[in-house]
């Protein structure tokens, strides 16, 4: 195993503060606003009518489990888009 040391990141008297909504993806306190793209908006709307159809299927039948997998594969193409929304849109260096 390697030790190694860790630095302090240096202070700064610059801070922010992200105001996570339903409407607005993101409103940072220097004003900008960060809306949801129409992908994750029509993402979302296709997740919810699939998970609405998987629900209407009868326990262990075969169209609930091409519905099951129609939901799975749904996550697995999307996973969580709004994690690399805000990754690539709001600057680290702004908090430092």
């Given at each position: 195993m390697v030790e190694t040391e860790?630095?302090?990141l240096p202070?700064?008297?610059n801070k922010i503060g992200v105001d996570l909504g339903l409407k607005d993806f993101a409103?940072?306190?220097t004003g900008d606003l960060i809306t949801y793209f129409k992908h994750l908006r029509r993402s979302e709307k296709r997740l919810a009518r699939l998970q609405r159809?998987?629900?209407r299927k009868q326990k262990?039948?075969?169209n609930r489990?091409?519905?099951r997998?129609?939901?799975a594969r749904h996550h697995e193409k999307n996973g969580k888009p709004e994690?690399?929304?805000f990754t690539q849109r709001v600057d680290p260096d702004d908090s430092r």
């Open positions: 860790i630095e302090p202070r700064s008297e409103i940072p306190s159809e998987l629900s262990g039948s075969r489990d091409k519905a997998l129609k939901v994690k690399g929304l």
